[in-house]
């Protein structure tokens, strides 16, 4: 693939068919440009000529609209997934080698960053994994990928951010998402080279690249979800997968363990599922192990919305009082990185320890609420 790059931009091969042209950034150096980006624009589509009719865009197809509005390419046009065409001078929306009617579209720059309408209760409310004895038994993924691609291997910090974006691009490509995935992984390229003078062995990770990959992963797209699937899918996590999945995964919890400065007063989580009287019973033992990276909410408003069994998870220590509050932690508040802060996202580790605390039903809004605590020891999973 290629591409018509200005004087002010690189280019990063990326596989040996596949080069992706990254803009230089000449703002803040500081903070990473995937965050300086506008957030009040939103493109939609229509089939319909009612206002109230119109479809927002996705995430990542916004993005990819935007960039090429603003690019004002010769042919005023940009390809998104399914073969979608944007014509930006007729306004409306076409597929190729197909039969399909035009679809309208509109461009609405809004008064403030936009949001979510509704909790995404895909991203606080799917299945939550819990481990199993053949999954405690299994040497831990980190582990496992740090024999695989790190250790001895003189890689740095960029070399990994590289092969971050390599598993995007893969995997996107095999969902049908390659236009989606070949921006994510634009946004990791244009941070690599803060990396490339730092030792994937330091454990630490450039402030600039950590951002970035937990921003990417607070968006709505096919990314998160597929690394949830990597995470529960530890039965069959080959080293195909692992090389596959596991770049990005390591930089994004080694930066939120090690770089990141999380907002330390939480004391409290929430989580939402949807559980039968068997699978609650599940959840009331004294000790339970999440298998996967975990989103919850600091606000139970939120996490209230949907589903018929809460989780009230206690961050801190007070139960353990031979252990001091550095020694409890569990996760990472994220929602200062967010692209929906509003969500005020919590992300719980995978691999996390808890214990049961106690079981309430609210006869007002027929709920049941499980309460956990966390006993997870500070470094214990990586």
Sequence with gaps: MGCACSSSSIIVRIEAHQDICVEENNSDLSIAPVLQRPRNIQWCWTLSTHEEQWQNYTDIENEIIEDAFNENKNNNKVEINKNFIIDFQRFIQYRT???????????????QNHKSVHFREKRFGNAVVLANSF????????????????????KTMGDLTEDAATGIIKVGTSLGKAHEAQW???QLLAVKHHGNNVKAEYYRVPKQIGETCVYLYTKESFWYKSIYNFYCDYEFMSDEKLKTYAPFCHIMHLFLKKD?????AISTVYRSLNLNDEQ???FKKDNIKLVASTSSSKSREYAECFGN??????????????RTEEDIRCG???????????????????????????????????RHIIYLQCLQIMGATF
């Excluded at 035009?102 to 461009?107: A, L, Y």
């Excluded at 069994?309 to 031979?322: A, E, F, K, S, V």
């Design 309 to 322: 069994t809460l989780l009230i998870i206690q961050l801190d220590g007070n139960t353990q009082p031979h």
């Design 135 to 154: 999954f405690i038994q299994q040497e831990p993924w980190p582990k496992r990928f740090w024999r695989l691609a790190i250790e001895n291997k003189n």
């Design 97 to 111: 080698n197909a039969f399909y009617r035009d679809i309208s579209i509109k461009r609405l720059q809004l008064d």
């Design 280 to 282: 609650r019973m599940q």
């Design 332 to 366: 990472s508040d994220i929602s200062i990185l967010s692209h929906y802060p509003h969500e005020q996202e919590f992300l719980i580790w995978p691999r996390t320890n808890f214990s049961f605390v106690k079981e309430d039903y609210d006869e007002i809004k027929h």
């Design 260 to 264: 990141f400065t999380s907002d330390s």
């Design 184 to 186: 994510l992984a634009k």
